[in-house]
């Protein structure tokens, strides 16, 4: 069923199902679709990295394939009242972090857009520990590290990635190093440094320092959490599909919108419905429409590209500002199959949709994260989508993570002096300008 | 049983039982303990607020009371199935917001101090859809003026109760005014505004906003949500009490430190495991120590005073920084009815705090939060607290809302080249100095 060729070690031969015990999963490549067994542990396919090396995006990123069939075999009460752990890469839930990962809120409301109404389901990953949808990575990641004695996590990033690593890493009692370019704004750091990560900034690009964090690992043995290189951080962010399925209690949205930057949130999110589909509990994959801004459009624009162009990325939402999508191929590989979409939002559209998630939903979420509800509303506004679709919009951070990036856009009124009428005039002129 | 003096109406005789088809609950003086009809909606009491009147701290806070005995009769499954809605003075649940306001996580852990294991409990509260505790008493106001058809909710703050009746009422359809100080730091007011509420910059002091939104709420018939004035704040933060005996699974903790600005929180936290008690859900109340910064000690310092003295308050810790707490009288009958204590901490002790709940929980709490957690650690430092005595520390507020006053406490390390030895010489900088 499961194929498996090692080529270090030839443990398995060619066509062999998985022995559960002896492995629970195996490693696929994305790309030439060789599979590796997980006793021994690889960040990348082996041959596929080989020939491409220092190639952006780079190919033969790893994906955890499990024995579904045995799974679905033991049944789908097993499978929920043991928290999924089936279907992780690790052996014992008690590796998990203690922090609350995930069991985040979705909230359902109903959208009105050109009279036509929506179900609207927020999924809200801004309810994380770190306050970011990174949690559910960096806690696999973690546990791995745990379960395989490994006391030190590197990780390459300047934002939300570096401050989850960071936290989840330290409620484990694990040591967090984080690499990240030079000119990252201070503030950012602040979140990672006070969690007891160190910080490493790199006089270089992003890509530079991320370079430098997989060479640090090979020489040091650190775990690397990088996202498209270690497959762990798609197994932790999977889990957002499986909370999904189950607050719908076994349905699913028709459609889902979610923030795209280097492309490992959307391949995440597909993989932990794909597994739903092998497992029998759903019958399709929900239409994912993957969001991102004008201004850093790489997987949009080249999600049916044979030779792909990427142009320098130039946005507020910080999160998803990408130049080169490192899990590009896989998400390519996702949209392709099971018929995804894309769609561009302007800046100035994401700050209306974070005004607007915030004083409709009393959600406040970071840029990236607004995005998606951005995308989903240009979405409804440009395609012929049946009413009473149920449509779901993750949401990433939260918003005081960036709270630089939406100061401009608010205006602060005059002081009025202490008085009832200074009061009334001013509410009156806010009232005024066309309200 | 339930006495009821109404001194406008007089619907309700003195001595009288509260006749339950006719109302919930009865509002009591917390100073003179005149019973008032809750049929007829009231903020302070008439008698002590008159008085009083333009004395700080005010007397004549009210409390909700409710038929205990018949809620007892009705049994612990009926009250937790229903989730507490018989001890909350709203009807119906569903006029509460559908954002997932409290059930927040409760860790559990070991703490080692001078030998000694205690066992830490720590509620983290910066879990909620704003990102603070006040949420949980924005949801009880906003409830309360949905049921009673009332649109627009008023308080005076600066911060988080600012944020949190802001998003709460933009959830629930509601429009929010907030009067803050002209002062108040735009980073602070731009969460506020995104939320859709209007703000009063009032040039004046945080007291003068104050006397305005009351003003404000009488002359619109605004509700108004400011602490110690709105009964149902507290009736919100007691909430909490009866999670944590949810989460404890009927136990309670022996010793709970609470950060105390107004002691609002702190006496919600009594009252919630007050009314536990009066319906024989547990038998004793925990030690709750109201936890303080230095430079703002004035419940601390007051509460066993019969004159209490209050100085001007200066703590990075801005939250809980109050030079007069508005519910002084309640907060000082609290803890001298339940032996409660109090304890003062350095600033310098707070961004220690911060800085040991990151590295060590990976929880990133704001200096209000972290006092609490400063406070334990002095706490059993300075007192003799037997071994495997359950502590638990609230943490009010995530990190995030005040960045700044931590930034400086903390060090950027210098850019290093992309180079494995570069890498190598700055860890092992940053491990020399006495690590």
Redesign the interface.
């Known amino acids: 069923m499961y194929l498996c060729l090692n080529v270090k070690k030839k443990i398995f031969q060619y066509n062999d199902p998985i022995d559960t015990s002896i492995m629970k999963y195996i490693f696929q490549c994305n790309d030439c679709k060789a599979e590796y067994s997980s006793r021994e542990w690889q960040y990348l396919c082996p041959e596929c990295s080989k020939t491409n090396i220092n190639e952006l995006p780079p190919k033969g990123v790893l994906k955890c394939v499990y024995d579904y069939p045995a799974i679905a075999r033991k049944g789908i009460q097993q499978l929920v009242g043991s928290h999924f752990i089936d279907l992780y890469p690790i052996e014992d839930e008690r590796n998990m972090?203690?922090?609350?990962i995930g069991r985040t809120?979705l909230?359902?409301?109903i959208f009105e857009l050109h009279g036509k109404s929506i179900k609207l389901y927020i999924k809200?990953d801004s309810?994380n520990?770190?306050?970011s949808f990174k949690d559910r990575a960096s806690a696999m990641v973690s546990a791995y590290a745990k379960e395989h004695n490994i006391q030190t996590i590197v990780a390459a990033s300047t934002g939300n990635a570096g401050s989850s690593i960071a936290?989840?890493?330290?409620?484990?009692g694990q040591q967090a190093?984080v690499?990240v370019p030079?000119k990252a704004p201070?503030?950012k750091?602040?979140?990672i440094?006070?969690?007891?990560a160190?910080?490493?900034?790199?006089?270089?690009s992003y890509d530079?320092?991320f370079?430098?964090s997989i060479?640090?690992s090979k020489?040091f043995g650190w775990f690397n959490r990088n996202t498209a290189y270690n497959p762990l951080t798609i197994e932790g962010k999977k889990t957002v599909s499986f909370e999904i399925w189950e607050q719908m209690k076994g349905e699913i949205p028709d459609i889902i919108f979610v923030p795209a930057g280097d492309g490992a949130i959307i391949s995440g999110v597909y993989k932990g419905f794909e597994e739903l589909l092998f497992l029998g509990l759903i019958d399709r994959i929900p239409k994912i429409v993957a969001v991102q801004a004008e201004g850093s459009p790489n997987i949009v624009n080249n999600r049916f590209s044979q030779k792909p162009v990427f142009i320098k990325s130039n946005t507020l939402a910080d999160s998803i500002s990408v130049t080169i999508p490192r899990n590009y191929y896989m998400t390519q590989d996702y949209l392709y199959k099971y018929a995804g979409d894309g769609i561009l939002v302007k800046d100035k559209e994401i700050l209306t949709a974070?005004?607007g998630l915030?004083?409709?939903?009393?959600?406040?979420a970071e840029p990236a994260a607004a995005t998606a509800f951005a995308g989903m509303k240009k979405y409804l506004t440009e395609n012929d989508v049946e009413k009473n679709k149920r449509c779901l919009v993750l949401l990433t951070g939260?918003?005081?993570?960036d709270?630089q990036s939406?100061?401009n856009s608010?205006?602060?009124?005059?002081?009025?002096?202490?008085?009832?009428k200074e009061?009334q005039k001013?509410?009156d002129y806010?009232k005024a300008p066309g309200q």
């Open positions: 972090p203690t922090l609350r809120p909230y359902e409301s809200d309810q520990p770190t306050f936290g989840i890493a330290a409620s484990q190093i690499l030079a201070p503030a750091l602040t979140q440094l006070l969690y007891g160190k910080i490493v900034a790199v006089d270089g530079e320092a370079d430098l060479e640090a020489a974070i005004a915030a004083s409709r939903y009393g959600l406040f939260s918003g005081l993570k709270i939406v100061q608010i205006h602060l009124p005059a002081p009025v002096k202490p008085d009832l009061l001013q509410l806010n």
